[in-house]
């Protein structure tokens, strides 16, 4: 009968200290994983939403934005200087 308890009270505690380990890591975020809200305003619009996304999302979306005025910036240069003679 003991050993039936002390079993039974081994196989209770099992699953908790298992899903224990499994949570401490995942309540550890590295810095990087932090989400990191902003609001926004489209143009013509008075309603602000505000968009959440990681340090790196927000570091890929504005090397996306350089990249594409330096291209327009590029395009804009060149148009300018096909009529001109020199």
């Known amino acids: 009968m003991i050993r039936i308890?002390?079993?039974?009270a081994a196989l209770a505690a099992a699953p908790t200290a298992v899903h224990a380990k499994a949570?401490?890591?995942q309540g550890e975020k590295p810095a990087a994983?932090?989400?990191?809200?902003?609001?926004?305003?489209?143009?013509g619009s008075i309603m602000a939403r505000v968009t959440c996304r990681t340090k790196a999302e927000w570091e890929a979306i504005t090397a996306q934005s350089?990249?594409?005025?330096?291209?327009?910036?590029d395009a804009a240069r060149s148009r300018s200087l096909v009529g001109q003679s020199r």
């Open 33 to 43: 994983e932090k989400k990191i809200c902003k609001r926004e305003t489209a143009t």
């Open 66 to 73: 350089q990249a594409d005025r330096d291209l327009a910036n």
């Open 23 to 25: 949570e401490a890591p």
């Open 5 to 8: 308890l002390s079993l039974a």
